[in-house]
């Protein structure tokens, strides 16, 4: 059992896309609303697109680039208070969490689609 758990744990984080289908298509069977069930997806998928580049870094590189992960979230999450603070005044924090959350999966979710792409074309090159 634990095997089985593993190995469904390690798809999720080795594809995320997977992740995010599978918790909208549940969630769309649930809820009927689209609009919802992809605010969903992105919020609960969005740890497994940084774990996977995370890995997918370490695997490319093979240095562990937890640190600059790290110290984006970090940035984005100060940017992102400077122009709710700036824009509205009055921080409700909130909103600013889901905001910064969404952004870092978009950010995440390109960075997790370039390196894929990077890492087959430097397997692709590297065997011939």
Not at 3 to 19: Q, S
Not at 80 to 95: A, M, N, P, R, Y
């Amino acid at each position: 059992m634990s095997e089985a758990i593993a190995w469904v744990v390690a798809t999720l984080v080795t594809l995320p896309i997977i992740c995010f289908y599978l918790i909208y298509i549940i969630s769309v069977k649930t809820s009927k609303n689209k609009k919802k069930s992809i605010k969903l997806a992105v919020d609960l998928s969005a740890s497994f697109f940084i774990i996977a580049v995370y890995y997918i870094a370490y695997e490319i590189w093979a240095l562990s680039l937890f640190w600059v992960i790290l110290i984006l979230i970090i940035i984005v999450a100060m940017i992102f208070t400077v122009i709710h603070w700036k824009i509205s005044e009055d921080i409700q924090l909130g909103k600013l969490i889901k905001g910064i959350w969404r952004f870092n999966f978009i950010l995440f979710f390109l960075a997790y689609l370039v390196l894929s792409i990077y890492g087959l074309v430097l397997s692709i090159y590297s065997i011939t």
